[in-house]
Structure formats: C-alpha cells, structure tokens
C-alpha cells in the first residue's frame, strides 16, 4: 500500500507515525574516558544530588574519587545520599568545609564525617533513614537523585553489571537497584571491563547511561568491617544461649522458620545456638535475610534452610556463595525493607536478633549516637526488622565500656520501644509489657525474666561513667523512621580541644 494513502489518524489505533530511517540509533558503547567526561556528559551542577553505595563498605573509592572531581570542577552546595558512609570517606569532612558538599544523606555514618556532622560542620541537618526509609523515600521523589554512581566489580561497554566477579567483587548489589530506578541519570564506575556480556548480570544496560573505567573502585579487604564471627566471650555466650531458648520458648522456631539476625559476635552465636535447636528437630527454615555473613553460607550449605536473601554481603565466604550457590538469591533495598502495601521481606521475618548501644524503659533503642553525643551509625536495616518480624529481640550486655546500656531514656530514638519484644541480657529477660503472650510461655519455660526497670538500676549501679547527651543547642541531624516520620532529632556536641 502507498504511504502517502495512510491515514493521519486511524480509528481503534490513535495517530500514526510514519517510520523514517533516521528514527533507528544503535548504541554500541557507553564507555566514556574518565570521570571528569561523566561530569561533562551528566552536565552536572551546584545544588545537584549525588547517590552512592556502600557494598564495598570500608573499601569503597568511588566516593572519594567523584567528589574530588566535583571538587576540582568549583561545583558548590552539593548533596551526597549515600547508603551508608565509613571511616575511609574521611575526605567527605575537608569537601564539607570547603562548600563542595552542603547536604548528606544515609543510612549509617561512622568515622570522621560522622564526627564532623557531631560539631555542626555541615550547614543543613543531615538526614538518618532506615535502608527501607532510604528505598522509600527515593521511590516517592521525597530523594530526587541528579546523577547515581554506581562501583561495579565488573562491567560490559553497555554498562550491564556484575558484583560476582573482578578483584574487587564484593556479592550481592541490592542497595543501588533501588537509586538507578528513579536517577535522572546512572554512571558505572568499574575497574573491571570485561567483554559483552558480563557474566552473571546483577543490573542490566537499560538502567545505565555511561561506563567509566578506573585503575580501582577500593579495596574488597574492606567489605570485612565488622564483626562477622560468634562471640567466644563467656557473658557473650550466655547471652546468646538465652536468645536462642527465647525463640524456642516463642513457638516459631518450626519447619518454614524465617531469620534475620545481625553481623556482630552475639547475634552470631545466637544463630549458631538455633542451628544446634535446628539440627536436633530436624527443623529446616525457609531462609535467612538481610547481610549474609560466612556463617549464613554454612547454614544454608548444611541445609537448614531453603535460601539466603542476600541485599550485601558482609564478608568473603558470603562473596563466593553468591557467586557459585543458585540458592544464594539477591535483593534489592526495596525488596527486603520498603514499607508499603507491596510488602517487604522484613515482613516474611520470624524473628529478628538485634544489638543495641542503649535501650530504655519504653524499649527505644539507640543505634544513632555514642554515650558522648556523637553519631557512630544509624538504623541501616535495624528499625525495618524490628517493624517487621513477629518477633524482635535485642541483645545487649548491661554495660560496655563503663557506660549502662539499659537507661531511663536513650540518647536518640532510633528504633521505637512498640516493635521490640524481647531485651536479653546476662541478669535476665525482660518482655515488653505489649506481648503478654510472651511472658507466659517464655515463664513456662523456666527462663529468667525480670522488669526491665529491674536491668536498669542493675546497670545503673555497676556503670562507672555516665552518658551525656546535649539537650540544648542547633538540630545537626533527623533521625527518620521508614516511612518518613521522625523519630528523634540530634543535637551539636561541643569540639574536642
């Protein structure tokens, strides 16, 4: 049929529009030279938005490296919205000062830039949200993103994505898949271009605009921040033997059982007392969430449970497992904490094993700020779980470093005391007074319980300093719970001499 018998508007169809030769571009590459050519290609601002990610955690580079071309550009009053932010980004403070960065954003903040927005360096309130809060918030334009980088172990000149391999492969990427949805645009930054495609993509072309190849994204040593083995300390140990009969008493602890528990040496060896309960019954879970650890690969390889989902790994061994296990299954920040009516994992939880730096009479619980004042973290995944699970248990010692730990009121909220159940200390249990269903089966099982106002003058008489947190004095950080409400706000801590 002639075109030119075509009509402009057909019935049933809408307009039509004819095809011309020049509508059909093909893209070969989106490989760039460096970053100073992304920020040409971005045409990046004053006042823009910049997101990172934090999976190569205490070894990450590509922070560092982008806000020192911003730098060098005279580009002003930046906002950084990180996932999260560790010691190794200490060059943050000097950009801070300087005026290149003006604004922050994350889920945790430690080391020097979480001590330089303690002092009041930075001229806005920084804002604290929980990984969910984080996804939440991007995905409602509450966090627009100018430009999201994302560092990328291995990359194709289309810029699909791998995390699985390359010197600086560091697992499962679940925090930037949340970013590069809504981001008016996606840089990769990979030490590791390899040929079309990537083997074992974890996030495809479609969602990136350019590649930038660099000599190094960081260093993988540094995924390994924490701690990511069970406590061999006595008082640890007892600790984590009552969580675990807590859980058994709790009647969850049956085939199909869900666990989230976190990184550090007593939620470790909780976990590793319910593999022992597991292993006995022949009781097998339906997975273990959040940040996998070696510990999660060999439960899963014992085959105690179905699957590991995986939104970062926090260790080398979980590295490997997501790379060779098929049952080791990725997921991005949206899938495992974002609230809404789509539902998150966090809301599959059984239970979740948390720690504390403080908890109070209500069961608040702060993972924000130091006994001084100062920031030394932030919810990250802590008040997602807590929301989620059927059953939230925090673990802590009376006392850490002279300072009480179970107070009269916490420092900052940080995760609100009505989503805890259960605090478990080495002078007993104490149930909050909302899971009365607890008290009787936790009692039938002949655990210790105790009031938690009872721990807190325990820990009052054996604390040897005492916290101070300014009450007074200019708002330099919002801790935001997940749905964008404010839990609490914190205040300016005088500077050291």
């Not at 602890?253 to 597991?278: C, H, K, V």
Request: aromatic share 4%; glycine share 10%; charged share 20%.
């Amino acid at each position: 049929m002639n075109r030119e018998n075509f009509p402009a508007v057909l019935e049933g169809y809408g307009t039509i529009r004819l095809y011309r030769a020049s509508m059909s571009e093909r893209v070969g590459s989106k490989l760039l030279a460096d970053l100073e050519a992304a920020f040409d290609a971005c045409d990046l601002r004053d006042g823009a938005t910049l997101s990172f990610h934090h999976h190569l955690r205490n070894g990450d580079a590509v922070l560092n490296m982008v806000l020192a071309v911003a730098e060098r550009r005279g580009l002003k009053d930046l906002h950084v919205a990180a996932s999260s932010i560790f010691p190794v980004h200490e060059p943050l403070v000097g950009h801070i000062e300087r005026g290149t960065v003006t604004g922050v954003s994350a889920g945790f903040i430690s080391g020097p830039v979480a001590e330089a927005i303690s002092v009041g360096a930075l001229p806005r309130p920084a804002i604290l949200r929980t990984h969910g809060g984080r996804a939440r918030a991007i995905a409602a334009g509450e966090l627009p993103i100018d430009v999201a980088f994302v560092a990328a172990p291995a990359a194709d000149p289309l810029g699909n994505i791998s995390g699985s391999i390359g010197p600086r492969a560091c697992g499962a990427l679940g925090y930037p898949k949340a970013d590069i949805v809504k981001a008016r645009l996606v840089v990769a930054v990979t030490d590791t271009l390899v040929p079309f495609p990537v083997p074992q993509i974890e996030i495809d072309q479609q969602s990136i605009d350019w590649v930038v190849p660099v000599k190094s994204i960081g260093d993988a040593a540094g995924i390994l921040s924490g701690i990511t083995r069970p406590t061999t300390e006595p008082i640890g140990l007892e600790i984590a033997r009552r969580t675990a009969a807590v859980i058994e008493a709790s009647r969850l602890l049956i085939p199909g059982f869900s666990l989230q528990n976190g990184a550090g040496g007593i939620s470790i060896a909780t976990a590793d007392e319910l593999a022992r309960y597991m292993t006995k019954a022949g009781i097998k879970g339906s997975f273990a969430a959040g940040g996998i650890t070696g510990f999660h690969v060999k439960v899963l390889e014992a085959e105690l449970f179905e699957a590991l989902l995986d939104v970062q790994c926090f260790d080398l061994a979980a590295v490997q497992s997501y790379a060779s296990n098929p049952r080791h299954l990725g997921m991005s920040a949206s899938v495992y904490a974002c609230p809404g009516p789509r539902g998150a994992v966090v809301d599959l939880l059984d239970t979740v094993v948390l720690g504390a730096t403080e908890i109070d009479l209500d069961f608040n619980v702060n993972v924000t700020t130091r006994s001084d004042g100062m920031i030394n973290g932030g919810s990250g995944g802590h008040a997602d779980t807590a929301a989620g699970a059927k059953l939230t248990i925090i673990t802590t010692r009376l006392t850490a470093a002279g300072f009480a730990k179970v107070v009269d009121r916490v420092g900052t909220v940080t995760t609100p005391g009505e989503t805890v159940d259960v605090l478990v200390t080495e002078a007993g249990i104490a149930v909050n007074p909302r899971r009365g269903d607890l008290v009787e089966r936790l009692g039938h099982a002949g655990l210790p319980l105790r009031n938690i106002a009872d721990l807190q003058r325990d820990a009052a008489a054996v604390a040897t300093r005492a916290a101070i947190h300014p009450a007074d004095g200019r708002i330099v950080a919002v801790s935001e719970y997940r749905d964008g409400s404010v839990t609490d706000v914190i205040k300016e801590v005088p500077r050291r001499d």
